[in-house]
């Protein structure tokens, strides 16, 4: 039986065991932390960094040509409403590679 707590939490169960842990209180599911986050209003896409770690955010259209690409450190906040409406695609990279975001942005207006 394989079983993990943290603040009296549940947090992990290996069920190919038949045995159960006692005492949950909750369960939570196990993800990793992700050092950033992204917000789209108004033709304005905000990235906000939990860390200072440097990252490269680069921004593909849908036939995968580059549009865009800048390096940061921490927050950054990018003015795209001179782009045609339409679908893209962008990636936020971590310059030591350990972390990557791929994602859909759509401009519509």
């Known amino acids: ?24 209180t909750s ?21 906000k960094s939990t860390n200072s770690s440097s990252y490269t955010f680069t921004l593909y259209n849908l036939i995968g040509k580059k549009i865009m690409e800048q390096k940061a450190n921490g927050d950054l906040t990018l003015n795209l409403s001179i782009l045609p409406k339409g679908l893209y695609i ?15 942005l759509l401009i519509a207006r």
């Not at 369960?27 to 990235?47: R, V």
């Open 1 to 24: 039986m394989l079983c993990y707590f943290e603040d009296s939490a549940f947090l992990y169960h290996d069920y190919f065991w038949t045995d159960t842990c006692f005492g949950a």
């Open 27 to 47: 369960i939570k599911k196990i993800q990793p932390e992700k050092p950033f986050q992204t917000y789209f209003s108004d033709g304005i896409l905000s990235i």
């Open 90 to 104: 962008y990636s936020i990279c971590s310059d030591n590679s350990y972390y990557r975001l791929n994602d859909k």
